[in-house]
RNA sequence: UGGGGCGUCGCCAAGUGGUUAAGGCAACGGGUUUUGAUCCCGUCAUUCGGAGGUUCGACUCCUCCCGCCCCAGCCA
């Protein structure tokens, strides 16, 4: 959004009358992952959202883990949630506060609930309470074991705790209603038992306590104001009040709920992105095909690229899928800002100077960026011997200069930032094929006009071959062959684009580009936007972060 | 069909009884250009899921209908 201010969502409008009515005296959101996997664009979302409105009302977000299930959670995860929170420039050297720091206290209220008669120990199994609990259209029925002994609840419950229970045979459940016409009320479960140990509680707990019980608490433990979360969650809400309203906290945090990020062409699930990383389809979570945050960021994809895309989106109920073109605009905006740009031929021709005596130099100033003269300048050498891309040269002169503006023989084209040429002859080796091209330069047209006369058909890229360095380059494309792999269901790997990596090597860079730095972007003229992997390596490699438009192609 | 939520241009989305129905992306024209990039200009919903109704007036209120999403984990 350029020009025009955007639309305040119906979060923000409440926040804004929150503060107005002195319902809340400071807004404190929160961003709540669970430790289970990476973060990917649509975290971006909420991360962008609750740490913006923390932001812009004067309040804070805290990062917190939702580590409420050590069976799924890892330490390795909590390490890289917390590196692209800071890279995504939210917050330096952060603090993330931890569901597990609450455990005491939860335990405590759930013996509260206990003690007030609505909660009770359950030994109905998985399977049975599955069956008791009714269906859409079916009301459930009461555990058998809804009216014990607030005693005997107690002492079970203390059992459970103590380790003195297998796993499976009991949970301890809130005593709601089993006819609810909302499932989540038919008496959920609160604490089920897990004797495994967590990574930072260790052994101390065997029983750990259920999203539901556990998410609302440590809102109100934070004096969370403003609870967002997705939609999925709606319907739990009512739950999230009524352990609020029954148990003593000091706070009394509210859920709002906003539609999740879904993006074409991509998957924005957890479970599936960890699927692609455990069945091999991808390098690991931070592959750069991946919409992962690390992913993006092997990708050359700046923090501020996410930032404005996630603040274009709009926070509303619908759920609808974003177009992969509003991304990629995003990040084309930012990378054609700031990056300086660089030459790089990815399947080389060779070109001979006939006539290089008349160049009368051996170096060339070239600007960095066309409309940024701060990004400066670089000397690159001009030789006798060039490389220009296959595709930039044609041995047909019929070609009409509006469908080929590249190299024609016989005819002119500019070399970018350097002079104009024409090509003479052609060589060929036996098989017919074109291995050089014999070429003569205009004297003094760099930097000037083309004499009368001479029209180049266009301006193409080009390297020259005693200074430049061999690289390769890993060119990315779209995860999935169709719009939405999600959509259906079960099979979403079958639509996994084979092609969304092509690795190509012997390409021929610019010099200097033998000194990116990892992570430096650049963009290769013509071609697009590169960024030096992130990962040690003594060769020269570079991933595409993304293409340049390309509104020709399309037309042909 | 128990509960909850949503349907405005190809995509996202403003709009809360009186506006020519914002804006962004995409697309399509045209201009500038030593990147077929960027940039600039222009075009792009007589219509708001459908049908009725209330009203001088409805995308906005009412009724009915249609469609989509979420909930039956001791996942979050």
Redesign the pocket.
Known sequence: ??N?SK???FIE?KIKSDLENGVVERVITRFPP?PNGFLHIGHAKSICLNFGLADKYGGDCNLRF?D??PE?EDQRFVDAIIKDVEWLGFKQNIRPKYASDYFDQLYEWAIFLISEGKAYVCE???EQ??EY?G???LPGRNSPYRERLVEENLSLFEKMKNGEIP???M?LRAKIDMTS????LRD??MY??KKSSHQRTGDKWCI?P???YAHGQEDAIEKITHSICT??????RPLYDWFISNLPVHAEPKQYEF?RLNLNYTITSKRKLKQLVDENYVHGWDDPRMPTISGMRRRGISPAAIRNFCN???V????????M??FE?FV??DL?NNSP?AMCVFDPLRLTVVNYDDAKLDQIKIQN???RPDLGSRETRFGKTLFIEKSDFSDDETLSR?????LVINDYV?L???FILKAEKIIKDEQGSITEVLVRIIPN????DAPEGIRPR??IHWVDQDSSVDCSVNLYDRLFNVPSPDSDQDNFLQHFNTESLIFITGCKAEGLLQKAAPGEVF?F??QGYFTRDLAESDSLTFNRSIS?????E??L
């Not at 509006?402 to 590249?406: A, D, M, N, V, W």
């Not at 047209?445 to 000037?448: E, K, L, N, V, Y």
């Not at 340049?548 to 020709?552: A, G, I, K, P, T």
């Open positions: 959004m350029k025009s639309p305040i969502n409008n669970e939702d409420t299930n799924a109905l199994n998985a309470i599955r609990r269906t859409l259209k796993e499976g045979a949970t016409g909302n499932i989540n959920p479960v089920r038992i750990y259920s999203y539901d939609l999925e969650f709606a319907s739990n539609g274009s989106l709009a509303a109920k619908t759920d609808g899928i974003v177009d073109a509003q605009y084309r905006d054609n740009r960026h066309p409309n509006k469908k080929f503006k590249r500019r970018r930032g350097s047209t760099i930097g000037a266009g301006v963009q003229e013509r340049l438009r390309d509104s020709w399309s037309k």
